[in-house]
């Protein structure tokens, strides 16, 4: 079972930026695909962007333009670098994982990092 662990969260100012990263236990390079997610208080969990095993990205409207995901399969990490922060960017980031296993299909969540986005 992989553990992934996120780090890089924190407070910074409107405008700013802040690079999430995301250390996995064990390899990624077989994961079908990697995802951000974040939660602010109140509201659902939400996909902020992802990123499959061929490097295909997808994101929400909301970030897309402001925020990159990318991947390093050699270092087991994942990163959301994110720019241009607003305060509605505020929430709980969340790194997630998807495997294909044989036939089934598992996911792996991390414990989340604070990102807070002050005016």
């Known amino acids: 079972q992989v553990q992934l662990v996120e780090s890089g969260g924190g407070l910074v100012q409107a405008g700013g930026s802040l690079r999430l990263s995301c250390a996995a236990s064990g390899s990624i390079s077989t994961f079908l695909a990697m995802a951000w997610y974040r939660q602010a208080p109140g509201k659902q969990r939400e996909l902020v962007a992802s990123?499959?095993?061929?490097?295909?990205?997808n994101y929400a409207d909301s970030v897309r333009g402001r925020f990159t995901i990318s991947r390093d399969d050699a270092k087991n990490t994942v990163y959301l670098q994110m720019y241009s922060l607003k305060p509605e960017d505020t929430a709980v980031y969340y790194c997630n994982g998807v495997e294909r296993v044989g036939a089934q299909t598992l996911g792996y969540w991390g414990q989340g990092t604070q990102v807070t986005v002050s005016l």
């Open positions: 990123i499959t095993s061929k490097r295909v990205t």
